[in-house]
């Protein structure tokens, strides 16, 4: 899909307050892997993930996606009336019903007639999230369009740690909860408009995206318990990652790692980082990477590492910047953005 007129205005994020490092989590679960014979500092060394981040106790995806969006409204100074649609794409949810858009609509006091509703499409959803706000604006249906994604790892980390703390824990038990013990939280919230009312010019110029949904059936996750092959999930996503890689490298302009100036990737762990950039043949040093701090935090992973990357003086004006995305499912997609 090709796109052209619509640009990213502002992003804003917030992070946890609560630094949650990996030899604490192990120190939770020594006996365990004392049981399995699995030695002290295996989940750091395989995954390279040193902390991860959790919001107070009681606090709610749309809290957090409500901060995030503020935010970004006040950096973007615009009018909240002039958004038109706000769309949520957290995994997290505060309930299943009402809608975590509705609540962050609610406490934004949006206009009346901005649209505002859920995407869940596991960590690809703000992607996706993205993708439906350009359609409506290239179509002339908006002009300002917000996407907010609040995510929260707390409860499932808490309860799987303790059911790795049952004496009679299995081996398969254990490396099926390994994933889910890389999650992290954080939100964040993306304002984009169209390129001819932009203060930015941050230019979208287009997407493409690919599913494998055979592979459906790698993860399952709940509120307060997920499991994960995670193996079979990283052999199937770098297969599907390879095959998108080809199909944007055809169908998006300059699409190659010798123009492509720095990668905003979803991330979960370094063995994941480590397979991508070599599957893909790209130069690791332009993947701008906060795994180490912040594990994986979800669909808000793609929108807050190119929030920090610009912090960072990663990007520049006109640098040719690709955002990339797998999800559960799986999907994946990569978005073209000369900034």
């Known amino acids: 899909m090709l796109f052209g007129d619509v640009t990213i ?36 060394s395989l995954t390279g993930i040193r902390e991860r981040r959790f919001w107070d106790p009681g606090v709610m995806p749309s809290d957090v996606a409500t901060l995030a969006a503020r935010k970004v409204i006040e950096v973007a100074g615009i009018d909240p009336k002039e958004i038109g649609c706000l769309i949520n794409t957290s995994v997290c949810r505060d309930f299943i019903e009402p809608s975590v858009a ?4 609610g406490n934004l006091k949006l206009f009346p007639h901005c649209l505002n509703y859920d995407i869940g499409n596991a960590c690809l959803g703000f992607l996706n999230g993205m993708s439906s706000i350009i359609f409506m604006i290239e179509a002339g249906l908006i002009k300002y369009g917000l996407v907010v994604d609040g995510e929260g790892s707390r409860e499932v980390v808490e309860m799987t740690i303790k059911r790795l703390q049952s004496p009679d824990v299995s081996r398969e038990t254990f490396y099926e909860s390994f994933a889910t013990l890389t999650l992290g939280s954080g939100a964040v919230a993306m304002l984009l408009c169209h390129k001819d009312i932009s203060r930015t010019g941050h230019l979208i110029n287009g997407s493409v995206c690919l599913a494998a949904t055979e592979y459906n059936r790698l993860t399952f996750g709940q509120k307060d318990y997920m499991k994960t092959d995670s193996m079979a999930l990283m052999k199937a996503g770098m297969s599907l990652a390879r095959d998108t890689w080809k199909l944007a490298s055809t ?43 912040h594990g994986n935090i979800g669909p808000a992973a793609v929108p807050i590492t190119l929030a920090m990357a610009e912090e960072a003086g990663r990007i520049q004006s006109s640098d040719h910047v690709a955002l990339l995305g797998i999800g559960s499912g799986l999907n994946c997609s990569g978005m073209s953005i000369t900034w």
């Not at 720095?262 to 701008?288: C, N, R, W």
Request: hydrophobic share 35%; glycine share 4%; with cysteine.
């Open 9 to 44: 205005e502002a992003i804003s994020y917030q992070l946890p307050p609560h630094r949650i490092t990996s030899a604490a989590i192990e120190s939770q679960i020594s006996g365990a892997m004392a049981n399995l014979q699995i030695p002290k500092g295996t989940f750091e």
């Open 102 to 105: 509705c609540l962050v609509h």
């Open 251 to 293: 169908e998006l302009e300059g699409w190659s790692d010798e123009t492509i100036d720095l990668y905003a990737p979803h991330q979960v762990s370094k063995s994941h980082m480590d397979a991508l950039t070599k599957t893909l043949g790209i130069t690791p040093e332009k993947v701008f990477l906060n795994f180490y701090t």
